[in-house]
């Protein structure tokens, strides 16, 4: 058996991991507070990188100008989503919410197709040094990074929620809408934030990632690895998201381990992650965190 | 039958559940259904291959998206996994007659008997769980499936895919667009009449009471589990002989088609022609197969301006499909067959719309 290998695909994965959980909690963000199930959060990611690479490469705008204004963009484009879209199907049945954001996942991702074509495209190098040697293993520099911002978006998450008075009316709005409504919070302002937020730290996450594989739609494959991810952790519970993040991380890096030691099976790296969601949903459906649904007649 | 009644002129009373449950209110609609059908037998005869090109295409589509709607529609349960159905259809008739040589005429209902066997499986889940989690839980089995289709060899030919016959009666080869047209037709007839029948069934009311309040349903004596996951069954069996006539009209079958998208197709026929609405079905279907094409037609007058526009047809067809979808959901939840209804009703009242 091969160790080191084993080891260098963990630390992979956990990397990959703490990605994951990122999209993930921007995922439960939206759920938690709007029960919306958005289909369309790899797109985000989709439309977060591509608008940086074209600030970037296109305008040729410095890094610290591009990335800012990215991330600007990104808010008033989720606040327009929920607007003009969302908020016209509140109290519709389960079906048209998914669709729509199916409608919007589709619609977006042919959108950058049109816009920025199929191939690969990688951003100028904002680092200098390419890899660095973590415990006797060679990771790539951006890595590194990747899991710094991801962790420290996983820390502004905890305080957001704990002590901003947003964080805490989007608390409150997720918990009961009527009662946070009569409390003076506007709900219409907090669905319109959490989506805008999703939205910024979805982009966030895309540019990272770009950074690291270059741009392509691949990036959207990612809001459909999110759903492992989410019911492992519980839908609703951003903690949850985390830890379930970078369990699929790892077990997708696993199951490629096995595949190529023993199984000899292929593709198991990008399907092993259903198997486990469809295990997951048979054996305990609200997954590890999530609160159970109590049906009263 | 709820939005039925309030579209009926006032006065049409019905006194019997008989009444009540037919499928065609007045005689006159029943002989215009059946001389719409008596028409359509000529279309070979007249029909550019173009128009039969799409009709066909309107046929097997229609057969999986009514399963579909039957699913989601009737009983209320999310299938994002129906293409995977479909191709297993596809790839299973042209197995059964390339291995076991059961001519064509067998291989497509025994195609949709092992695609239903399938779709069981994959509704087992249905028994445990519902709403948003079975949506997912298809989604999952929309990628295992689509990952054993490029994975089994044996069964799908792999990656290079697998060749299908065509369609033969006593030596007859259905092998041209105006001979399959009939196939196709017939099997449109059958699925379509046979669905009508069946939502007027004991089981057909279990379904929908099963969408309507599953709680009341169950106190009722509804067995859910059953009956949610035989909904998926069924809607496997559309699929899979909607798959095996797709199958052998190409004559070629491979594990590219039958991706997500075209589930998100299915999903988007049965809201666009409206959910639970079975005219509405084939409505959506030939909504969404003239969709792309209205495009190609669009795209095909401006490319003297926008050159560059040709190459990204793709992508412009997959962004009328997402916007169609969204427009729908905002604009006219309820679907074309509503919309047909609400004109019907405007020009039965006419001048005097109130």
Not at chain 2, 63 to 73: D, P, R, S, W, Y
Request: proline letters at 3%; charged letters at 10%; glycine letters at 10%.
């Amino acid at each position: 058996m091969n160790y080191e290998l084993l080891l260098q695909l963990v630390v992979n994965g956990l990397i990959v991991g703490t990605l994951y959980g990122v999209v993930a909690m921007c995922f439960v963000l939206i759920y938690k507070s709007t029960r919306v199930v958005n289909f369309a959060q790899g797109e985000f990611l989709l439309i977060g990188a591509w608008t940086c690479w074209w600030l970037l490469v296109k305008f040729e705008l410095p890094f610290w100008f591009g990335f800012p204004l990215t991330l600007a963009f990104m808010v008033i484009f989720g606040i327009a989503l929920q607007v003009i879209v969302l908020r016209p199907m509140i109290g519709e049945p389960i079906i048209s919410v998914i669709m729509v954001t199916i409608g919007l996942s589709i619609f977006f991702k042919a959108l950058m197709g049109l816009l920025f074509g199929n191939e690969t495209k990688s951003y100028p190098k904002v680092f200098a040094s390419d890899s660095i040697g973590v415990l006797g293993m060679q990771v790539q520099s951006a890595y590194i990074l990747s899991m710094g911002i991801s962790v420290l978006i996983m820390v502004a998450f905890y305080y957001f929620f704990k002590y901003s008075k947003i964080g805490l009316a989007m608390r409150a709005t997720a918990f009961d809408q009527q009662v946070a409504q009569s409390l003076g919070i506007s709900v219409k302002a907090v669905f319109a934030a959490s989506w805008a937020i999703s939205a910024v730290v979805s982009a966030l996450a895309g540019i990272v990632i770009g950074m690291v594989n270059g741009v392509s739609s691949a990036l959207s494959f990612f809001g459909i690895k999110v759903f492992p991810v989410v019911i492992l952790g519980g839908l609703d519970s951003i903690v949850g998201s985390v830890v379930g993040g970078l369990i699929i991380g790892v077990l997708e890096n696993v199951a490629e381990f096995a595949d190529s030691q023993w199984l000899h099976i292929g593709n198991l790296y990008t399907i092993a992650p259903f198997y486990a969601l469809v295990l997951i949903l048979m054996v305990k459906p609200y997954g590890l965190f999530g609160t159970k649904d109590i049906e009263r007649i | 039958m709820g939005l039925g009644s309030s579209m009926r002129p006032c006065g049409d009373y019905r006194t019997t559940y008989a009444a009540d449950m037919t499928i065609f209110a007045t005689p006159v609609t029943r002989y215009v259904a059946l001389a719409f059908i008596v028409c359509l037998l000529f279309v070979p005869l007249f029909g550019s291959p173009y128009v039969l090109s799409l009709m066909i295409q309107v046929g097997y589509y229609g057969i999986a998206a009514l399963g579909l709607n039957l699913v989601v529609g009737f009983t209320g349960q999310i299938s994002l996994g129906h293409s995977a159905f479909f191709g297993f259809g596809a790839f299973a008739s042209a197995w059964l007659n390339n291995s076991f040589g059961i001519p064509v005429f067998f291989a497509i209902p025994l195609a949709g008997v092992l695609t239903m066997l399938v779709g069981l499986l994959v509704g087992i889940p249905a028994g445990r769980i519902k709403g948003l989690y079975l949506a997912i839980a298809t989604l999952a089995s929309q990628f295992i499936l689509e990952d054993f289709f490029a994975r089994a060899g044996w069964f799908t030919g792999g990656s290079s895919g697998a060749m299908a016959e065509y369609f033969t009666i006593f030596g007859y080869s259905f092998d041209t667009d105006q001979s399959y047209f009939y196939v196709v037709l017939f099997y449109v007839v059958l699925m379509y009449t046979f669905t009508s029948n069946l939502v007027r069934t004991r089981d057909g009311r279990a379904l929908i009471a099963v969408r309507d309040h599953y709680l009341s349903a169950e106190i009722m004596g509804v067995n859910l589990t059953w009956y949610r996951v035989m909904s998926f069954g069924l809607s496997a069996l559309y699929a899979g002989i909607g798959g095996a006539l797709f199958g052998h009209y190409l004559g070629f079958v491979s594990a590219e088609g039958f991706s997500i998208i075209l589930s998100i197709q299915f999903l988007a026929m049965i809201i666009i022609g409206g959910l639970g609405s079975i005219f509405g079905t084939l409505l959506g279907t030939i909504f969404m197969v003239l969709l792309p094409e209205v495009m190609e037609l669009g795209v095909g007058l401006v490319s003297g301006v926008m050159p560059d526009l040709a190459q990204s047809l793709a992508f412009i067809k997959e962004m009328a499909i997402g916007l169609a979808i969204i427009l729908f959901l905002i604009f006219e939840p309820e679907g074309l067959a509503h919309r047909w209804k609400r004109i019907k009703a405007y020009w039965k009242l006419y001048p005097f719309s109130y």
